[in-house]
């Protein structure tokens, strides 16, 4: 069945980067996900990769995707108290449109 | 668009009333989700619809919880009768293609 799994907790230095891992179990995913979570708010999102990639990068965010162990990492660089938030991994595939969330890793940054 | 709408933001009930959470998606997505977020557990997917029609509602906690999408452009979630350990956060999202936009949820408080 569809499962995404993730840690639920991740605490770094500022300045020093977080990296947040997940799996997932559905090998016919197409895309997936990084959401984030700021206090009091919605998901928004962050970034996606496509299953035929292994890595993306965007500023001071890279996603790395090895599809054959079904593990999704998002590193964050030179990490900031303003990155302090919920990230969920998440997985979706061609012809339903359903994404399946992780349950989110809260990710603290101390100063 | 003013992107996807739930209301009320704040809800606060005592045990044994009926509690009904709405949600208004983005204009022209066929996809509407109902997620409950708690510490505890995270991110939980509670029911999805596709085309205003219930497709798995797998994550639907008890008999207690119902939902309905009487047209595309306004779902319910209802709680009767609510207890304690229904107080989440609900979160609605809707989707038309890969990503999925999250309103900002209700923040449910049962006493």
């Known amino acids: 069945g569809e499962d995404v799994e993730q840690s639920l907790f991740l605490s770094v230095r500022e300045g020093d980067s977080s990296v947040i891992n997940c799996t997932y179990t559905?090998?016919?995913?197409?895309?997936l996900y990084w959401y984030k979570q700021e206090p009091g708010a919605g998901l928004q999102l962050l970034t996606y990769?496509?299953?035929?990639?292994d890595m993306k990068q965007d500023q001071r965010l890279t996603v790395l995707l090895n599809k054959k162990d079904k593990h999704l990492s998002l590193r964050i660089a030179d990490t900031q108290t303003g990155d302090s938030a919920i990230y969920f991994c998440?997985?979706?595939?061609?012809?339903?449109?359903?994404?399946?969330f992780g349950a989110g890793t809260r990710l603290f940054v101390k100063a | 668009d003013a992107g996807v709408i739930q209301s009320p933001r704040h809800e606060v009930t005592e045990m044994g009333q009926e509690v009904t959470l709405r949600c208004k998606p983005i204009?022209?997505?066929?996809?509407l989700f109902w997620y409950r977020q708690t510490m505890m557990r995270g991110l939980e997917l509670l029911i999805y619809?596709?085309?205003?029609?219930?497709?798995?509602d797998s994550g639907m906690p008890e008999d207690r919880f119902s939902a309905k999408m009487p047209n595309a452009s306004f779902s319910t979630l209802k709680i009767q009768p609510s207890e304690p350990r229904d107080s989440a956060v609900y979160f609605c999202?809707?989707?038309?293609?890969?990503?999925?936009?999250f309103g900002q949820g209700t923040r449910l408080t049962v006493v």
């Open positions: 999202a809707s989707s038309g293609d890969r990503e999925a936009f």
């Open positions: 559905d090998s016919s995913s197409t895309y």
């Open positions: 990769i496509f299953s035929n990639m």
């Open positions: 998440a997985e979706s595939y061609t012809g339903g449109f359903k994404t399946i």
């Open positions: 204009s022209g997505h066929d996809y």
């Open positions: 619809f596709n085309n205003n029609v219930p497709i798995d």
